[in-house]
């Protein structure tokens, strides 16, 4: 089926672009969500006549999403689920999780922006695509853990940190203060009485 695209769809084409593309695809996503249009005679005219429309209210959004691209790009995003000892989660982070994630750190976004390339199944720090308007993609990151204290570990380590090597961590942190406040006290002691 041939359709005349209303906006830029990743590796398909340009607005204004006729386009050989699946029944299925056409029915099912690009004409009820209005991407496309049937490359009927009638409908290339009638894009002709509001293609200047159409080119201006896309180059309205695209400007819109490139003032708030720097803000969301980089952006960390926790996100608390249950999960086994190994770190394999019992389900899966949706693009509904990562979308309500980003709105709770002050950007609106529907989930559909939210591109994920695979499901998200362990706990750690995932990399996702987000298109703030087909021709703004930045990416966020989405830190998956069993707590608030969990994911802070995981951001400060850069990947997953089991409960072990948490606890680990702690211990060896406490070891290190105790052993800088050893070295302090007896630098004290040492120190000569004037």
Not at 102 to 108: C, D, E, I, L, S
Not at 137 to 158: P, R
């Amino acid at each position: 089926m041939d359709v005349i695209l209303l906006e830029r769809i990743e590796r398909l084409g340009q607005i204004g672009d006729v386009v050989k593309v699946k029944q299925g695809f056409a029915r099912n996503f690009l004409l009820p969500t209005k991407k496309a249009l049937r490359a009927t005679a009638e409908n290339k005219k009638r894009f002709e006549e509001q293609r200047a429309q159409i080119e201006a209210n896309n180059l309205k959004r695209r400007e819109e999403a490139e003032k708030i691209k720097d803000k969301v790009d980089g952006l960390k995003v926790v996100i608390i689920r249950q999960a086994s000892e190994t770190g394999i989660l019992f389900g899966s982070v949706s693009s509904r999780d990562i979308s309500d994630g980003v709105t709770k750190a002050g950007f609106t976004i529907d989930r559909r922006q939210v591109i994920l390339d695979k499901p998200i199944k362990t706990l750690g720090l995932h990399d996702v695509r987000v298109a703030l308007h087909p021709e703004v993609i930045v990416k966020v990151t989405a830190n998956v853990a069993k707590s608030e204290d969990e994911a802070a570990a995981q951001e400060k380590a850069g990947g997953f940190v089991s409960a072990q090597q948490a606890e680990n961590q702690e211990q060896a942190d406490l070891d290190k203060l105790l052993a800088e406040a050893e070295l302090a006290t007896a630098g004290a002691e040492e120190a000569p009485q004037a």
